[in-house]
């Protein structure tokens, strides 16, 4: 029985490979565990990872803190919960922009080859942060280190944010066609939290 080849272990099969830009977003359930399904991949193959959560609540443990942790992924939840949690637009800018200097810090140590920034989507269609000087700052890093890849998760990526979409390798949309908070059964542990 002979071993089963793959193309990337082909002999006259060679890669041309860089670093992604990948976001994760719609209305749909999905968009964090996609980005951790990769995570997970990606520390399988022994990639150094990182994900920082600008909105879920800091004082909050989520399943995928437990899991991510057991496989060395480095997690940082900065945020105080959803804008509907804090009602405070001043603190969910100041949250969103010392979370974002936290993903600057990670982008710029070279110490990764994947980050995962959850729900930076978010905050940018709320205007929290400016698009403008985030895509700045990507495009710089991606330039330094063509091989990092990262994934940016969240819902509204509509008009405001095209210039992040067309900078983007690759864009996935999660749509809803049936929800089961829609026929009033409630998140769940382990299976949305």
Known sequence: MSEKRYKWRRDDYRESTKGLLMLNTGDGKGKTTAAIGTMVRAAG??????????????????????????????????????TWDTNDKTQDI????????????????????????????????????????????????????PHLHIIATGRNVDDALTKLIEKADLVTEMREIKHPFNAGIYAQQGIEF
């Open 45 to 82: 193959r022994e990639l150094k990872c990182c994900m920082i959560q600008f909105m879920k609540s800091k004082t909050d443990r989520y399943g995928e803190h437990e899991s991510l942790e057991k496989l060395g992924i480095e997690v940082h939840t900065m945020g105080d919960g959803f």
């Open 94 to 145: 100041q949250t969103s922009r010392e979370t974002w200097a936290l993903c600057v810090e990670k982008m710029r140590s070279r110490d990764y080859e994947l980050l995962v920034f959850d729900e930076l989507l978010y905050v940018l269609s709320y205007g929290f942060l400016d698009i403008d000087a985030i895509i700045a700052e990507i495009d710089a890093v991606r330039a330094d280190q």
